[in-house]
């Protein structure tokens, strides 16, 4: 994945992917990020 995303069942890369998002935004990205929010943390 572009960017950096990284969302592995860890809440400690929870804030590092809202600076990553913030530092590069983009549609597919924010998207990706979106989804990835989703599946790891269902509302």
């Avoid at 990553?20 to 929010?37: G, H, R, S, W, Y």
């Amino acid at each position: 994945m572009a960017g950096g995303l990284k969302i592995e069942g860890s809440k400690l890369s929870f804030p590092q992917t809202i600076s990553t998002k913030m530092a590069c935004p983009n549609d597919n990205v924010e998207t990706t990020f979106l989804q990835t929010i989703r599946n790891n943390y269902p509302l």
